[in-house]
């Protein structure tokens, strides 16, 4: 009786072992199937995917993560129909889902079932027509199936309901400028600044959404006009007035506000002088120099920000001058003299050292005095503007070499090389004081030293020096004791360049070409020697030696930029269109892949009347 008894007992025990186990692999394969089918989903199987989730779903219907993956896939793969049953089916369960509901009512618009799904979304609403995310969940849904008026009207009868002049003001005006309705969408956002100036960003961001179409823009700037002239003392709505102008790219009509804006705050001139900063750093000069005119006839010296504006003003005229293009010593020299203005008012000011830099450059480059400009730098180094004396330096080195004081510029340049500092603008300028050093000793004919300063700076690909070095260290290394010769008449010639003795650049190409006419050093010298005959005037003659490149050495590595500056010499300077067509598009046939193919078709249009 007693070992029957334990029998039973044992197999009781054996049973619920059995059970349990029974209970637990269930589980375990329900989540090893769902890992399945996040595996279809994840590799974009939405097919199979959605065939595991709908068994998962149909095993346990209350399941919200199994509904989700069935959601998912099915709306994925647009089958509606599919899905609509299910959804109908759980809203059922879950009668009060506003998210339910809401999927419910755009699948039944999404399978032609429109007026019922209008309905339903009207229904939806009631349901909590005081909270706020109802409105949002129906009007993105009606959104989503592009119902715009529809969740227009849902948005607007929220803010009826719930209160509040910007209420939904986002929704609305994105919704307004999708229709086309600009003034309407404006209106949103400036509502949205009137309750709350803090939201200006806010606006400008929403705004910028309809500001990029000139109607757009237009009808923001007539809506924002409106706010402003209402409330000329209220410094947002001016604010953003100024923005729509900018734009719009009325920088009149921005200017206009400035000023206003400048009085509203008391500001001294800083929102003038602010304007004029951002229209100079934007390239728009005549607009900073406009600005400045003002800024300098209404204030005087004592204004903290008068010498900056000076300042701004010289460089915007300066900007200006190089724009246009046309070489003036007599506006060289004036800009000289508006720079020099500066230096005598602050002579410890810190904007000196940047004055004096822009003197010596235009004295350099624009009047042709390299001793004056070498003058001006010693000045410079006097200063205590530290980044204006690291440009200086390099200039300074520039100029020794271009007056043909190799030796002082070398010392000049590795000063500069080895120069401490950091950040990208001091390894920029250490990069050129090195390519400066390597390139005097090219011109001196040190070409052995020049080929390791050159590959030095070749190691460093971020550096923008390191094409140009891989340009001179090619023509090293395929001429260099091959045809040294020539290569020292070709650097002689390269350096006369430099200095701007161009008939003697000229010579010395003609004895590169003459001692070494299959070398790859001649190409590079035809190329120099219609540079400089471009120099001296002659495009006549500068024509003729760039196409005797593209004869002579049609599979050149010059060949393609040479053509390309011969269309555009015939185009530019010799005014013969038709033959600049037939070049341009000579181009265009024989060196397909050159970087200038690009510029040449667009040339082509131009001449063609931009057919």
Same mark, same amino acid.
């Given at each position: 009786?007693?070992? +029957?008894?334990?029998?039973?007992?044992?197999?009781?025990?054996?049973?619920?072992?059995?059970?349990?186990?029974?209970?637990?692999?269930?589980?375990?394969?329900?989540?090893?199937?769902?890992?399945?089918?996040?595996?279809?989903?994840?590799?974009?199987?939405?097919?199979?995917?959605?065939?595991?989730?709908?068994?998962?779903?149909?095993?346990?219907?209350?399941?919200?993560?199994?509904?989700?993956?069935?959601?998912?896939?099915?709306?994925?793969?647009?089958?509606?129909?599919?899905?609509?049953?299910?959804?109908?089916?759980?809203?059922?369960?879950?009668?009060?889902?506003?998210?339910?509901?809401?999927?419910?009512?755009?699948?039944?618009?999404?399978?032609?079932?429109?007026?019922?799904?209008?309905?339903?979304?009207?229904?939806?609403?009631?349901?909590?027509?005081?909270?706020?995310?109802?409105?949002?969940?129906?009007?993105?849904?009606?959104?989503?199936?592009?119902?715009?008026?529809?969740?227009?009207?849902?948005?607007?009868?929220?803010?009826?309901?719930?209160?509040?002049?910007? +209420?939904?003001?986002?929704?609305?005006?994105?919704?307004?400028?999708?229709?086309?309705?600009?003034?309407?969408?404006?209106?949103?956002?400036?509502?949205?600044?009137?309750?709350?100036?803090?939201?200006?960003?806010?606006?400008?961001?929403?705004?910028?959404?309809?500001?990029?179409?000139?109607?757009?823009?237009?009808?923001?700037?007539?809506?924002?006009?409106?706010?402003?002239?209402?409330?000329?003392?209220?410094?947002?709505?001016?604010?953003?007035?100024?923005?729509?102008?900018?734009?719009?790219?009325?920088?009149?009509?921005?200017?206009?506000?400035?000023?206003?804006?400048?009085?509203?705050?008391?500001?001294?001139?800083?929102?003038?002088?602010?304007?004029?900063?951002?229209?100079?750093?934007?390239?728009?000069?005549?607009?900073?120099?406009?600005?400045?005119?003002?800024?300098?006839?209404?204030?005087?010296?004592?204004?903290?920000?008068?010498?900056?504006?000076?300042?701004?003003?010289?460089?915007?005229?300066?900007?200006?001058?190089?724009?246009?293009?046309?070489?003036?010593?007599?506006?060289?020299?004036?800009?000289?003299?508006?720079?020099?203005?500066?230096?005598?008012?602050?002579?410890?000011?810190?904007?000196?050292?940047?004055?004096?830099?822009?003197?010596?450059?235009?004295?350099?480059?624009?009047?042709?005095?390299?001793?004056?400009?070498?003058?001006?730098?010693?000045?410079?180094?006097?200063?205590?503007?530290?980044?204006?004396?690291?440009?200086?330096?390099?200039?300074?080195?520039?100029?020794?070499?271009?007056?043909?004081?190799?030796?002082?510029?070398?010392?000049?340049?590795? &000063?500069?090389?080895?120069?401490?500092?950091?950040?990208?603008?001091?390894?920029?300028?250490?990069?050129?004081?090195?390519?400066?050093?390597?390139?005097?000793?090219?011109?001196?004919?040190?070409?052995?030293?020049?080929?390791?300063?050159? +590959?030095?700076?070749? &190691?460093?690909?971020?550096?923008?020096?390191?094409?140009?070095?891989?340009?001179?260290?090619?023509?090293? &290394?395929?001429?260099?004791?091959?045809?040294?010769?020539?290569?020292?008449?070709?650097?002689?010639?390269?350096?006369?360049?430099?200095?701007?003795?161009?008939?003697?650049?000229?010579?010395?190409?003609?004895?590169?070409?003459?001692?070494?006419?299959?070398? +790859?050093?001649?190409?590079?010298?035809?190329?120099?020697?219609? &540079?400089?005959?471009?120099?001296?005037?002659?495009?006549?003659?500068?024509?003729?030696?760039?196409?005797?490149?593209?004869?002579?050495?049609?599979?050149?590595?010059?060949?393609?930029?040479?053509?390309?500056?011969?269309?555009?010499?015939?185009?530019?300077?010799?005014?013969?269109?038709?033959?600049?067509?037939?070049?341009?598009?000579?181009?265009?046939?024989?060196?397909?892949?050159?970087?200038?193919?690009?510029?040449?078709?667009?040339?082509?249009?131009?001449?063609?009347?931009?057919?």
């Amino acid at each position: 009786m007693k070992h +029957t008894f334990i029998q039973y007992l044992f197999g009781v025990a054996i049973a619920a072992t059995l059970a349990n186990a029974t209970l637990v692999a269930q589980p375990r394969e329900e989540d090893r199937r769902y890992k399945l089918a996040q595996g279809y989903e994840e590799s974009g199987d939405l097919k199979n995917a959605a065939r595991v989730y709908l068994e998962l779903h149909e095993a346990d219907l209350q399941s919200n993560i199994y509904f989700e993956g069935v959601r998912r896939t099915l709306m994925a793969m647009l089958q509606f129909k599919e899905l609509l049953p299910i959804v109908a089916e759980r809203t059922k369960s879950h009668p009060n889902d506003i998210d339910i509901l809401t999927l419910h009512a755009e699948l039944l618009h999404r399978t032609g079932e429109r007026e019922q799904a209008r309905t339903e979304w009207a229904t939806t609403i009631d349901l909590r027509p005081q909270d706020p995310m109802t409105y949002l969940i129906v009007g993105q849904s009606q959104t989503d199936v592009r119902e715009f008026a529809l969740a227009i009207a849902t948005y607007k009868q929220g803010r009826e309901t719930i209160g509040g002049a910007s +209420t939904f003001a986002d929704q609305l005006a994105e919704l307004f400028g999708i229709t086309g309705r600009f003034q309407d969408a404006a209106e949103e956002y400036l509502r949205l600044l009137a309750e709350n100036p803090e939201r200006l960003s806010m606006a400008m961001a929403g705004l910028s959404a309809i500001t990029a179409t000139p109607e757009g823009v237009r009808d923001a700037i007539t809506v924002a006009k409106r706010y402003a002239d209402s409330r000329p003392d209220h410094v947002p709505y001016m604010e953003l007035l100024s923005w729509l102008y900018t734009e719009a790219g009325d920088d009149e009509g921005a200017f206009e506000v400035a000023k206003k804006l400048d009085e509203a705050r008391r500001a001294n001139g800083s929102n003038i002088y602010s304007f004029a900063d951002r229209a100079f750093r934007t390239s728009r000069y005549q607009t900073a120099i406009t600005a400045l005119d003002y800024f300098l006839a209404k204030f005087n010296r004592n204004n903290p920000l008068y010498l900056s504006a000076l300042y701004t003003y010289a460089r915007a005229l300066d900007a200006r001058y190089h724009e246009a293009g046309a070489s003036s010593p007599k506006q060289a020299a004036e800009l000289v003299e508006r720079y020099r203005v500066i230096v005598k008012e602050t002579p410890n000011g810190p904007l000196v050292g940047e004055a004096l830099l822009q003197i010596a450059r235009l004295q350099a480059n624009d009047l042709g005095q390299p001793e004056s400009a070498l003058a001006t730098l010693q000045e410079l180094m006097a200063t205590r503007n530290n980044a204006a004396k690291a440009e200086g330096l390099l200039l300074e080195g520039e100029l020794l070499m271009q007056t043909g004081k190799l030796e002082e510029a070398q010392k000049i340049f590795l &000063q500069g090389r080895d120069a401490p500092g950091v950040g990208r603008d001091a390894e920029r300028l250490r990069d050129l004081h090195a390519l400066r050093y390597a390139e005097s000793l090219f011109y001196s004919g040190q070409f052995k030293p020049a080929v390791e300063a050159f +590959t030095q700076l070749t &190691q460093n690909t971020r550096s923008d020096a390191a094409n140009d070095a891989l340009d001179y260290l090619l023509i090293l &290394q395929e001429n260099f004791e091959k045809h040294d010769s020539a290569l020292k008449l070709f650097a002689e010639g390269k350096y006369a360049m430099l200095q701007k003795h161009h008939q003697q650049a000229i010579t010395a190409m003609d004895g590169v070409i003459a001692q070494a006419p299959q070398s +790859t050093i001649a190409d590079d010298a035809l190329l120099l020697r219609s &540079q400089a005959q471009e120099s001296l005037g002659d495009s006549a003659a500068a024509l003729e030696t760039l196409l005797q490149i593209v004869a002579r050495y049609p599979d050149g590595a010059v060949a393609d930029r040479a053509l390309f500056r011969a269309a555009q010499l015939t185009e530019q300077a010799l005014h013969d269109p038709a033959k600049a067509t037939e070049l341009y598009t000579r181009l265009l046939n024989d060196y397909p892949r050159s970087r200038w193919v690009v510029q040449a078709r667009a040339n082509i249009r131009a001449l063609r009347g931009g057919t």
